[in-house]
């Protein structure tokens, strides 16, 4: 029988959370996430667009893909997103760190095989990474569908761990005269970028 991930956090246990809503907060905070599973005794990690559904991560790719088929017929998971916030300065190497959020959600993928579901999760990943596109864009072709692979894994067994704040210095290099502090890191967008090849007098969307 296959063991239930261990998700009792070792070190630092003070910034980890099993909290289902701040699991969503950071879930719901980022575009992509990593995908770890074992094939063979040999650990992939496969960085991947998702979107979550209530309790749902869903991730999709080409029915071809390894990764999906792999996950499909039962391989365990850990999918992984991480938010990356600051650099901590501390007065030492050794207490020099990140700032971070990141949750791991752990288990068994199902394929979505149902074509309303299907249909339905190809737009909530839309809507999660372009949100506002889907309402400008054509419906998805039969043909388009039965090329995509949707795969919904439960956020049952997860984790969360966060550090925010200033770095924590031993008090024995509190005199030392360096600088300390957090220089904070952030994802932004971009100017968008026209197609080369845009129609004459097309207009950007608000929504990018
Ligand atoms: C951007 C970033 C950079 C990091 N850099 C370092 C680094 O350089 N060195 C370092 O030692 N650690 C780093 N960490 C922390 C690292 O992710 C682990 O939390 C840490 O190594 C503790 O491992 P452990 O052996 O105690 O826990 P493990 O025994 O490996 O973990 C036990 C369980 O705790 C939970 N867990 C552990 N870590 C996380 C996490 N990050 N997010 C969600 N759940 C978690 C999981 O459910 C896991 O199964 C970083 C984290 C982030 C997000």
Known sequence: MTQKADTNFKREAKRGSHDFKLACQVLDAGKICHVG??????PYVVPMAYAR???????????????????????RCCVTVTHFDGLVYARSTFNSSMNYRSTMVFGTA??????????????ALVDHLM?????????STIKELNATSLLSLPIETFSTKCRTGPPSDSKSDMDAPVWAGVVPFELTAGEPVDSPDLLPGTVRPDYL
């Open 131 to 139: 949100p506002g596109r889907r309402a400008d864009l054509r419906k």
């Open 110 to 123: 199902r394929l979505i095989d149902d074509p309303d579901e299907k249909r339905k999760s190809i737009q």
């Open 53 to 75: 559904q209530g309790n749902q991560l869903l991730i999709h790719g080409s029915v071809a893909s390894r990764l999906v088929n792999s996950l499909a017929s039962g391989l």
């Open 37 to 42: 599973f074992t094939i063979d005794d040999q």
